[in-house]
């Protein structure tokens, strides 16, 4: 197996991304990370209770940007594709407490005329249980898309994960 941490800049451009960019002072900061003999994209974390939403929980919308964020690079790090979210919808299953340790984990299901389609699931570290589930399709994106999109050419190494124009 061969886990690779995910950062903007290794894909060739800068972003203060709300979740996973560690300069980014008001956000997530959490490390995304690429497993591919799984064709896995995963992270870990333990949210404090400044992402609070009812008492003692973790806000929906965080949980949904969690996973939102993990479809996303996996459109990039097992799809092979720049894409942006079309649609998506999540499942609350169990209540993710805050200060206690979570993984988010996202795989690519398929593609077809609509996009590409991930899913990603919110389980309990220590359990193992389901909290969230979500599914999504994606639009890839073409190279002057992509540009305006991360604000520079993609960079060569990389074009060959968008579509024709």
């Keep these: 197996m061969t886990v690779t941490p995910l950062t903007n800049e290794s894909w060739g451009f800068d ?24 064709a896995t994209v995963f992270a870990e974390f333990n949210l404090g209770e400044g992402f609070s939403g009812p008492p003692a929980l973790v806000h929906g919308g965080i949980l949904m940007t969690l996973c939102d964020e993990a479809m996303g690079w996996a ?19 169990r209540p993710v407490r805050l200060g ?3 993984r988010v984990e996202a795989a690519i299901t398929g593609r077809d005329d609509a996009g590409v389609h991930a899913t990603a ?10 909290s969230v589930g979500a599914e ?11 540009a305006r999109v991360i604000g520079s050419e993609v960079k060569p190494e990389h074009r060959h994960y968008l579509t024709d124009p």
């Design 15 to 38: 972003s203060l991304c709300f979740v996973c960019d560690e300069r980014n002072s008001h956000g997530l900061r959490i490390p995304f990370f690429h497993d591919d003999e799984a």
């Design 100 to 102: 206690r340790p979570y």
């Design 136 to 146: 999504a399709t994606f639009s890839p994106l073409g190279p002057a898309q992509a």
């Design 75 to 93: 459109m990039i790090a097992v799809a092979g594709v720049w894409a942006l979210t079309a649609t998506n919808a999540h499942r609350f299953v």
């Design 121 to 130: 699931t919110i389980v309990s570290v220590p359990t193992g249980k389901l």
